[in-house]
């Protein structure tokens, strides 16, 4: 089994991204499935080629993108990513859409395949806070998320896609008030709690299938 | 233009429930719009049957639905409506469906058609804390959105349909640590701020269509 | 028996100062007690002047200053003020202490001679939140809460003296994001549920007197 | 230089004591400086006898207790202590003082005589989110921390006291909704950047000092 990985890059001048130095430090082997990692930019759309590029290269079973939502308290595995995009503030090439369909052809919305129910309770069991979402925003997140189920429902019927919101990191809210924050180090280990509960339950997905290709 | 707003009755043995209590003190004529006011079921597919009764009684324009989400600071008008029911809880018949799509014929999301962001401005300009909020959860008020929206998609295609989630009271919160609560008189009065501007843009969406009948 | 309550001027380029708003609208008697509404500076030192200038013109049995604490969720009277004077931001004229005792000569701390426990249960009977404070922080608040407490203990031996913050107003909020309100008129109805409690227990003080001018 | 760092025994059926296991990981000997790691009673007035007894046995420089605040961002150390135990729930041995004066010849209040200001400031530096706290509440730390300088004031005046609050750890959160945390690990880093701060600043206090003896 093969997991592909992503990280945005550095984000509005910062110098790293949290999301893709935690998946930096994730193993490359996980229950003897290879783990393959990459920084994707923090761009509409052109996140998204990448990302295909990437699958037509390596043929993974799962697409795993990790994003950050600062003020989230623990890992959040998303249940829905939604047909748009609104953009508070511009992306790293200047894109700021608003109220924008994603793909014009596209369901309104796609449920993830991956088990988030079981992600989430691997999570815990490693001890560390994480819950469902049901809400990955409108910015570049939602959107990957959107689009690499797009591309399930056009071009790659055999891959599970799935996008994890991860808090900020300690550093980041050093100058921030009251703020929940985790390290990179305990981020990464928490992924890798969902990834281990990704391989281990590859035949399921605990939530039953709606609004696929059908619609 | 007639306007059909909704407020679930008293839930899981407590006497009243806010979001009726705040419908109930709107007035009966807003810009020269008649509104009807209905106390709905919280129960699962029930609470659907009496709007669509109402729909079919009082042929409203739009169709609003109000309901709590205790922890939001403000008004919230719900951007999207998912095809899942996942309750934590049971509802008022002792219903609990975990991870069922809501209509298996339905599209995997709807957005409102109503005009949300003004609805928020509008909401801000009467003095109250307000925000577009993209997720209106799993239990029966992302039903209830849903199921109207899927009318809308099936029999009346000249409604308009949203949802707006409202903050604790504060009576709820007395023995509740930290959270935030407003009046039932200020939540009416920012509702009432919200039916505003649906009248004066009543031929306006600011969400480019998307997720309809076509998919 | 005499109350004498206090608001703070608009500060820092604001047009009103919610704690002065609703004091004023306050009745102007509680159970047979007059209340005497006093707006004050927002200015170390000149606030506590203006409010002994007050205590001798009218011989209150009770001094209650009130300001506002962005961020707190009801009501919340403070048990105590401390030796301390330590602003972030300069106050109406300017005046940034920095670590500076109050008063050489006073306690390094004075407890509220108020049935603030009392108190507490007044305002949740009358429907708000609220709770008992540990800290009135180290600004113009804790400073003026603090001169009284010396003024009594120097000059004034029969009048009682505490300090209550209230929350944001929904107007503050309207910009900020996820910060508790509540409206001028409710948090006005909060503070006379703590005047009843004042006036009906006006010889009680459910703290045990500590620190009191044997310091 | 020598510097005592206590932490709490486990709590209230509790297996581990967060507060206690960060300061297992502290280093033996910070700058030259031997730290002295003392596990104390989460007990009224027995958490002071062993603090007392460590005292007299190892003469340190400087008593720094730990203890755990559940709901806070960061490391926050704590300004001041006040004569006040009132206790929601009861300590280990089912004490359950209700403002109760801790000492009855001590002052209402003593300030740390540690830098806490640049303690903050080391926290932050080493990528931990910190911050002065006015406010060390009213049960068993506020009370450690009285406790000892009571001790300062009457009996030890060469010594140096003070609080430090650290936050809920991963593990304590995940069966609760919405709350910070930080690992064992981190906790116990900045507990090591504020003894740091502690050793190189020794001859200074970032308090005017006030409320001591002299009152």
Redesign the interface.
């Known amino acids: 089994m093969k997991l592909l990985v992503t990280g945005f890059d550095p984000f509005g001048g910062e110098k790293i991204n949290p999301a893709w130095e935690a998946v930096k430090e994730l193993p490359d082997t996980i229950l003897d499935s290879e783990v393959i990692k990459l920084e994707i930019p923090t761009v509409f759309n052109k996140s998204a080629e990448v990302v295909k590029e990437a699958i037509n290269n390596h043929k993974p079973d799962v697409v795993l993108n990790i994003g950050q939502a600062g003020g989230r308290?623990?890992i959040t595995p998303e249940?829905?990513a939604?047909?748009?995009d609104d953009a508070r503030i511009p992306d790293n090439e200047g894109n700021q859409p608003i109220?924008?369909?994603i793909q014009k052809n596209g369901?309104?919305?796609?449920?993830t395949q991956l088990p988030i129910k079981a992600m989430v309770e691997g999570v815990?069991a490693a001890?560390?806070?994480?819950?469902v979402?049901?809400?990955a925003?409108?910015f570049v997140c939602n959107h990957i998320m959107y689009q690499v189920q797009y591309m399930i429902a056009t071009e790659f019927p055999n891959v599970k896609g799935g996008f994890i919101h991860v808090p900020y990191i300690?550093?980041q809210?050093?100058?921030?008030?009251?703020?929940?924050?985790?390290?990179i180090s305990?981020i990464s280990k928490a992924l890798e709690a969902t990834l281990v509960k990704i391989v281990e339950l590859k035949d399921q997905n605990?939530?039953?299938l709606?609004?696929g290709a059908e619609?």
Chains 1, 2, 3, 4 share one sequence.
């Open positions: 308290f623990g249940r829905v939604i047909n748009m109220d924008e369909v369901a309104p919305a796609y449920f815990k001890g560390y806070p994480a819950s979402s049901n809400t925003g409108t300690h550093e809210v050093v100058t921030k008030a009251s703020m929940p924050s985790m390290s305990d605990d939530l039953k709606v609004g619609h």
